[in-house]
């Protein structure tokens, strides 16, 4: 925990970035993948049958009066309201290594900026080797998604899938392709970016990408995306890979680290559950 501390100070003086989150809640093992978001005003936009299984992680839905959902707020604040200039449309959420929280993250973020009066919000599922996202709004597991978007030109209206969580809707990761690297740094990828940029104006755009060290895409991805949350965990995360991430991303887009499971004698119980399926993955393409 000392080392992670250590690199984010080091950051904070450098780089002006913050530590905007430190007490998060136990994950399932199995579930560590994102949940996203996008108003829906199209009525080719679907939703999912019955009543969906929300994922008891999404903090800020089940229970946005608690401790975490108000540290979520803290973040949400952050971004919306920067001291500086306006506030970025498109946001990606990653992380040095897998188990350090992102996708829980990102989620959650995504969730708290649509819980706002105006903010809508679209989070896509760029994770494509692991793509779980529809799964935590009660989605079938054959639900196309970004894969068929980017490989078979499927329009995105058909593909985007409202949730139960009033302004938010998904884009799932569909189909596990055989060049996801390739994919996510085409041309098409770029002009899909734009073309939610361009139709949902008013919308912010959170993308939940896989960490660079271990994919390619990731890198190809942040020349296309406005600003980058880099989520650490403490203890755990080594230091040197997360200024190779800083730097291999870009430092004038990094919004700042989010110091997952960091533990207070008021807040031992809380901590983030490891994703053992999650690096098993990602092999590079």
């Not at 105006?118 to 709004?137: K, N, T």
């Amino acid at each position: 925990m000392g080392k992670i501390h250590d690199a984010l100070g080091k950051y904070e003086k450098k780089q002006s970035l913050k530590v905007v989150s430190q007490d998060l809640p136990t994950m399932r093992e199995t579930e560590a993948n994102a949940i996203g978001a996008m108003a829906a005003e199209s009525d080719s936009e679907k939703r999912g049958t019955g009543i969906p299984d929300i994922d008891p992680n999404l903090v800020v839905y089940h229970d946005p009066a608690s401790m975490e959902a108000e540290i979520f707020k803290i973040l949400r604040n952050n971004i919306l309201f920067p001291k500086e200039g306006a506030p970025p449309p498109s946001i990606m959420v990653t992380s040095a290594i897998p188990g350090d929280g992102k996708s829980f993250v990102a989620a959650n973020l995504a969730v708290s900026i649509a819980q706002g009066v105006e903010e809508y919000v679209l989070l896509m599922d760029c994770d494509m080797r692991r793509s779980s996202i529809h799964r935590q709004f009660g989605f079938d597991d054959n639900v196309p998604g970004l894969s068929e978007y980017l490989s078979k030109g499927v329009s995105l209206s058909s593909l985007l899938r409202k949730t139960v969580v009033d302004k938010l809707t998904i884009l799932p990761g569909g189909s596990t392709p055989d060049n996801p690297s390739e994919l996510l740094s085409s041309q098409a990828m770029k002009h899909l970016l734009e073309q939610a940029k361009d139709r949902y104006s008013d919308r912010y755009i959170i993308v939940d990408s896989p960490p660079p060290q271990l994919t390619a895409e990731t890198t190809a991805l942040a020349k296309y995306i406005d600003g980058i949350i880099i989520v650490v965990r403490s203890g755990k995360t080594p230091k040197n890979l997360v200024n190779d991430l800083v730097d291999n991303l870009g430092r004038e887009k990094i919004l700042g680290v989010v110091l997952n499971g960091y533990k207070t004698p008021a807040t031992e119980r809380y901590g983030y559950g490891r994703y053992k399926a999650y690096k098993n993955g990602y092999k590079k393409s």
